[in-house]
């Protein structure tokens, strides 16, 4: 039996990005592997998910702009 992950975060949380977050192919207008938002750069969770086949949260951020991006924990961090 796989264990649960429960999620270190919530919806309508702030947070800010703690490493470079790039393309991972998921935005066609940018280049793969591409920057999108640099260290530092802060949005609000809008909804938490959990991957089923890797059994870990995934976060999906808005950081304005029209600029959704879905992030893992390591990925993020509470202002």
Not at 33 to 45: D, F, K, N, P, Y
Not at 55 to 67: A, H, Q, S
């Amino acid at each position: 039996m796989t264990e649960s992950c429960f999620p270190k975060y919530r919806r309508g949380q702030r947070v800010k990005t703690a490493v470079d977050i790039t393309n991972d192919g998921s935005f066609p207008n940018t280049e793969p592997e591409g920057l999108l938002l640099g260290a530092g750069a802060t949005g609000e969770i809008i909804r938490v998910a959990i991957h089923t086949e890797a059994n870990v949260p995934i976060y999906t951020v808005d950081f304005g702009e029209r600029l959704l991006i879905g992030c893992l924990e390591e990925e993020i961090t509470v202002l």
